[in-house]
């Protein structure tokens, strides 16, 4: 069965620090990847999505960018935080021939 | 513009008694739903979707959702709630657009009172 994992669960870091979100799925093949971001426990924000290695698509511009490196493995980064970036990010997978979107754990961002 | 709309932000429902969480969407072509759940500081579960067929479809820890495609309408609903089943509740739809992506409402949260 397929199963998606994210790390770290909670992480707190200052504004201007670095990021790195990191996702991975197994047992499935070619997944398209979704990374989304949820504010204040409503709404989901797609941020990108992936239908295959080193290809990422943006949804909004911002100060975050999404890699690709391994079929099953998808990683959100910044360079510099901002307070604006504290949420829940949740990554979701899906199988290229199936209609329903999976989620992930979620990774809880504190910026201060 | 396709889009889902879920126009309670909260809906309050007795235990054992029936509960709906409405939905309704605006997409171009034949719409693929789906409903999620959400518990505190989780990921989104899956819970039901309709691709076609019925329009009466069931899905996980005794729901079901009723597609009503003259109202353009994907209400979920319960014969008997539980306490918990108290979370927040998604509608999505699936849209086209470069690839596969999900269009999500803005949430229900559901409280069931003991």
């Known amino acids: 069965s397929q199963t998606i994992h994210q790390w770290p669960a909670t992480l707190v870091q200052p504004v201007g620090s670095p990021l790195s979100l990191e996702c991975t799925v197994e047992g499935t093949s070619n997944p398209n990847l979704y990374w989304y971001r949820q504010a204040a426990g409503r709404g989901l924000q797609l941020l990108f999505y992936?239908?295959?290695?080193?290809?990422i698509s943006s949804e909004v511009p911002q100060n975050l960018s999404a890699s690709r490196p391994q079929d099953r493995q998808f990683i959100l980064s910044s360079k510099k935080l901002l307070l604006s970036d504290s949420g829940f990010y949740l990554c979701?997978?899906?199988?290229?021939?199936?209609?329903?979107?999976?989620f992930g754990p979620g990774t809880r961002l504190l910026v201060l | 513009a396709q889009s889902v709309a879920q126009p309670e932000d909260q809906v309050n429902v007795a235990e054992g008694n029936p509960l709906t969480v409405k939905c309704t969407y605006s997409?171009?072509?034949?719409?693929?739903l789906f409903w999620y759940v959400q518990y505190p500081n989780r990921g989104l579960q899956f819970l039901l979707k309709y691709i076609t067929g019925d329009n009466l479809v069931k899905g996980s820890y005794g729901f079901e959702a009723e597609f009503n495609k003259s109202q353009t309408s994907f209400h979920l609903k319960k014969p008997s709630a539980l306490v918990s089943d108290s979370a927040l509740y998604f509608c999505?739809?699936?849209?086209?657009?470069?690839?596969?992506?999900?269009?999500f409402g803005t949430g229900t949260r559901l409280k069931v009172l003991a």
């Open positions: 999505a739809v699936r849209v086209h657009s470069g690839t596969y992506k999900y269009i």
């Open positions: 997409v171009s072509g034949n719409p693929y």
């Open positions: 979701a997978w899906r199988g290229q021939s199936q209609e329903t979107q999976y």
């Open positions: 992936s239908v295959g290695i080193g290809q």
